[in-house]
C-alpha cells in the first residue's frame, strides 16, 4: 500500500473508532457545539437560505442534519462506514452517499450551491485533488466553507513539538498505549497544517476563488472559497 492509501486508510480507521461515540461531540458542552452557527452564518451569507449543499466528511450527519432543518437541502458523504451507518440511523431521510478512497467525489458536475467541510481538509492524502474535485461539484457561484487548523493560533504552534512526537514511529509505539493515544493519533494524523496563504494558493491552482480569511474559533479558520 502506497503512503497515500496508506494514510487514507489510517484515518478511516481513527474514524471508525471514534463513531459509536462521536455525536457527543455536538451536544451541548461538546467541543463541536460551535461549529453549526459559525458554518450556518457563513452559507446564509454565501447563497441565502435555500440551495443544495454537500457535507464533505459528515461524519455521523449532525452538522448535515442542523443545516437541513433550516432549509437547506443536504447530502451528505464520508469515507468512514462506521459513520455512515450512525448517520443513517439517526437521519435515514437524508441522502447519505459513501466516499471511496482516492476517487472521484460520486456527484454529478454542478451538483451543490455550497460545500461544506468541517475539519476535513487536514487529514487528507491529496488536498489538490479534492479541490479540484470540488470545484467539478460546485455551481458557478458556489463555495466551499471548510475549517482547517488555524497556524495563527497559539495552542496550534505548540501542537508542532508534539506533531513531531507522535509522528517518530518508536514514541508513537508507545503512545498508543497511553491514555494519550487518541490525542496521538490525531497529531499524527492530521498532516496539513499549512499557512492560510498555501491554502488560497491550492484554491486558486484548482480554479477557485479565496475570499479573505476571518479570526480563528477554537484554533480553527473557516476558509471562504467560490467557484467564479
Do not use: K
Not at 94 to 111: C, K, M, Q, T
Not at 213 to 225: F, N, Q, R, S, T
Amino acid at each position: 500500500m502506497s503512503g497515500p492509501a496508506r494514510h487514507a486508510a489510517e484515518v478511516v480507521a481513527l474514524f471508525d473508532a471514534e463513531a459509536p461515540g462521536w455525536e457527543r461531540n455536538y451536544q451541548l458542552g461538546g467541543g463541536m457545539t460551535t461549529r453549526f452557527e459559525r458554518f450556518s452564518r457563513a452559507l446564509e451569507q454565501a447563497i441565502g437560505g435555500s440551495g443544495r449543499v454537500l457535507d464533505f466528511g459528515c461524519g455521523t450527519g449532525a452538522l448535515a442534519r442542523g443545516l437541513a432543518r433550516r432549509g437547506w437541502r443536504v447530502s451528505g458523504t464520508d469515507a468512514s462506514d462506521a459513520m455512515l451507518s450512525q448517520a443513517r440511523q439517526l437521519a435515514p431521510d437524508l441522502e447519505l452517499v459513501p466516499l471511496p478512497l482516492g476517487g472521484p467525489l460520486p456527484f454529478a458536475d454542478r451538483s451543490f450551491d455550497a460545500v461544506v467541510a468541517s475539519s476535513v481538509f487536514e487529514y487528507l492524502a491529496d488536498p489538490n485533488a479534492t479541490l479540484r474535485e470540488i470545484a467539478r461539484v460546485l455551481a458557478p457561484g458556489g463555495v466551499l466553507l471548510c475549517t482547517v487548523p488555524d497556524p495563527r493560533d497559539p495552542a496550534r504552534r505548540r501542537e508542532r513539538l508534539r506533531q513531531a512526537v507522535a509522528r517518530f514511529e518508536p514514541a508513537w509505539w508507545l503512545l498508543r498505549r497511553t491514555r494519550w493515544a487518541n490525542y496521538a493519533g490525531y497529531l499524527r494524523l492530521s498532516i496539513n497544517r499549512m499557512p492560510l496563504e498555501q491554502w488560497s494558493r491550492l484554491a486558486e491552482a484548482a480554479g477557485l476563488r479565496p475570499g479573505p480569511v476571518p479570526g480563528h474559533v477554537d484554533g480553527l479558520a473557516l476558509l471562504i472559497i467560490t467557484n467564479p
